[in-house]
């Protein structure tokens, strides 16, 4: 008896200890945590708000949150305002990436903040879409499932493998599969649907289940997968993480660590809350998903009104020097000069589009758009059939599911709400400025400065043409007369 008492004194006595020691540790990392976190927010670069932060610079970033409807600020808004010709090279394969490519003038990709610094920080201007982080969840749990669906037309994963072998050999291009997140999350899902249609198969299982979002039999159901260790490190707060420039594809060295200790000590996640709402704060503009036609009017009128300005600017410019060319065409052997610039002319005039003729071109593109992208999701959820996502079969989901959702990402939806109140001041100031033009009541322009400056300069490179001009023929008459 005296030796089971003891054993069972021991074993309490070791249990303490274990404890204190467990504590300690536990202490100690999070002291560790707290200064690395700390740390990497007082060096965190661009936190200081820039003059003139609304002035279209050389470079454009499009930091593409995934999930926002950036693929169809893409393909509608820049696609008319760039050329493909000043598009970054493969701008979503980071591998392949390179930001110095001569006339290199826009980048959209999914990478993070980080890829700053890749870039010259004073030339380049950051756009980007935030959403409602429960949609957002919704929408890549639906994505990543859409995609993955379509392999299922293949009996297995080998031969999934062998044509994507076939497919890459051949065409050497990037494909979903290698951006992010969808590198991570789409094969995820592609082994979770044969494994589960094998199981079907195997057992001669259905699903009987009405709700799209739980039918364990056909799809992982949405309350796995937000607790999955997969969508912890890469959905969930994923907007914050991403501005932070702190996401699993980041290019800063710290950017692992920085993450874990936020993910294991969620009270440090206030100090990349904090850089990320500076960093929108010297944003050119940031846009809402859920306010789609206003966010595109302050595109149209942010973004496209500047970069009409700019080519408005250079074809003046263009026409100005070609009527000096033709001038000096007398004295200049070069009869090529003149047939440059008019093409050069007529070049920079079909690249002119007004804010209004922007807006019309948006919205049949739009339109365009969302008809092929349904087509494609109709044909792949199919494969995965009685499974129907939808707005409406989002209702059916309980409000449980919901609320972890919320709790899951805290920091994504306190930069939402941040995002929203700088919207709606942004919105209201644009819609100012918008009345005073119609009423033809000059205002501060804070561009006109940068316009007075390139007339300047363009009129200098006249003068400085004409004085040339000028001086060859001089020499020219001298040379006959002697």
Sequence with gaps: MDCALKCVALLVLLGCAFSKISASLVKDDYEHCKNTVNKWASSSPDLEVKEEKHRLRDLLFFLHVPRTGGRTYFHCFLRKLYSSSLECPRSYDKLRFDPSKHNCRLLVTHDDYSMMSRLPMEKTSVVTILRNPIDRVFSTYEFSIEVAARFLVHPNLTSVARMAGRLRSKQGGVSTLDIWPWKYLVPWMR????????????????????????????????????????????????????????????????????????????????????VAKKRLDNMLYVGLTEDHRESATMFANVVGAQKRARLQNITRFVDLVSIILAALQNSSTDQNASKISAAQIINAKNEHMTVGRLMEAYETCISSLRRTQKQRRTASLKRISPANFSKEARLDVPEVVLQQIKSLNILDMELYRYAQSSFSKQHKQMMRQLKLQEKDIKFDDPYSAASRNFLLFTISIILLLLFIGLFVKRRRTLKLKL
Excluded at 206 to 230: A, G
Excluded at 263 to 268: A, M
Aim: net charge negative.
């Design 191 to 274: 082994e979770d649907l044969f494994a589960r249609r094998d199981a079907r198969e195997l057992q001669g299982l259905y699903s009987r289940s009405n709700d799209s979002y739980n039918m364990e039999d056909t799809v992982m159901p949405l309350h796995e997968y937000i607790n999955d260790p997969i969508a912890r490190d890469i959905i969930h707060n994923g907007a914050t993480f991403q501005i932070a420039g702190l996401t699993n594809n980041s290019y800063i060295a710290e950017a692992h660590e920085v993450r874990r200790c936020v993910l294991k000590h969620q009270t440090l996640g206030e100090y990349v809350l904090e």
